[in-house]
């Protein structure tokens, strides 16, 4: 079973993941299912260090979460000379061959979401068969030492979803709406489950997120049908924007929040559409994820020392999009 983690080794992880994003900062979803590229070319302004890294996540086509990821990988694996093969796939069961397909073809390192952890710890314990290093990232902070991943970068989902409803209550939030776009979803789940705990009254809504007009259709309805929603809650940003129609459709007046950030959405929050989002920085967790693979291989450092490496919740409102917004525009916020 995982280790008990306390809030204090929490802290801890994520004031290093906070030094590691200021180092990043100092230097410097789209994609179809199951689909293999060359994120990385080996040529890379610092080491050249000829390693060969899968990156293999649950991306669902069109998601522009997914973009900043991958730019944080690519960024990593040129400044090390790695070539990254990147795939995705939504579902699990293909998830997990895209790993065994990684571990067959020999690469050095794997770096993994585990959304669904349970369906994919038969691959990765292959790959730890084979002395291949395996790292977790965005998916899976309570499973990832039990599946066998060696460190895991990303947010407490449980927390942010804590912090999300306990920002609700002091709004004057009464009844939320918490839109799940993925079924399955052991980190989706958790953020709901959290912001319950500040929000009583909070109801989850399965919605298709590959299927942007039914999204909009589901809660229309649901908003249309139930008045007493004064908040909803979107797990992804191009769901917000989904939610946004859906609101404006109903004649809803609750207000919106969001996980995660795309331009449009950071947009949405800078015109006061969207009251805030709660950001865990993608970005960072692709670069951290490709790095820690280099410097596992290179040097035999461990990063996080077996905790995990928080790199949120971090909190985008109007105090702050001013100047947050570039970044986003930029693709590494």
């Known amino acids: 079973m995982t280790p008990t983690r306390t809030r204090k080794s929490l802290t801890v992880a994520a004031g290093m993941a906070t030094a590691a994003a200021l180092a990043l900062a100092a230097c ?13 070319s080996g040529s890379g302004a610092g080491d050249n260090s000829g390693y ?3 990156m293999v996540t649950h991306e669902t086509p069109g998601d522009t979460f997914w973009d900043k990821i991958k730019a944080g990988a690519t960024q990593a694996a040129k400044n090390s000379g790695i070539t990254l093969k ?3 796939d939504p579902d ?16 050095d390192g794997i770096a993994t979401t585990l959304a669904t952890p349970d369906a994919l710890a038969g691959a990765v314990k292959s790959a730890n068969d084979a002395g291949i290093p395996v790292v977790a990232f965005n998916s899976g902070i309570d499973q990832y030492q039990e599946v066998g991943a060696k460190m895991y970068f990303g ?33 989706l789940e958790a953020r709901c489950a959290g912001v319950k705990k500040g929000i009583p009254a909070t109801e989850n809504i399965q919605v298709n997120g590959a299927d942007d007009p039914s999204v909009v259709s589901a809660l229309q309805a649901k908003l249309a049908q139930d008045s007493s929603i004064d908040w909803i809650v979107t797990l992804g940003a191009p769901i917000a924007l989904d939610a946004l129609k859906a ?12 996980f995660d950030l795309n331009v449009d959405a950071a947009q949405a929050i800078q015109d006061g559409e969207i009251q805030f989002s709660v950001d865990q920085q993608p970005y960072v967790q692709g670069y951290l994820a490709i790095q820690s693979l280099y410097l596992n291989k290179k040097n035999g450092n461990d990063i996080g020392g077996g905790l995990a490496v928080l790199t949120g919740p971090s909190f985008v409102d109007s105090k702050n999009i001013g100047v947050i917004l570039p970044f986003a525009k930029n693709n590494t916020r």
């Open 52 to 54: 060969t890294f899968a």
């Open 86 to 88: 990147y795939s995705n």
């Open 247 to 258: 609101m404006d459709a109903a004649s809803s007046t609750a207000k919106l929040a969001t």
């Open 155 to 187: 947010s407490d989902e449980n927390l942010a979803g804590e912090a999300t409803g306990k920002r609700i209550a002091a709004a004057g939030g009464k009844k939320v709406l918490c839109v799940i776009q993925a079924a399955g979803s052991v980190a």
């Open 92 to 107: 699990p069961a293909k998830q997990a061959t895209l790993i065994q397909n990684a571990v067959d073809s020999k690469v």
């Open 28 to 40: 410097s979803s789209g994609g179809a299912p199951a689909s293999t590229a060359d994120a990385g």
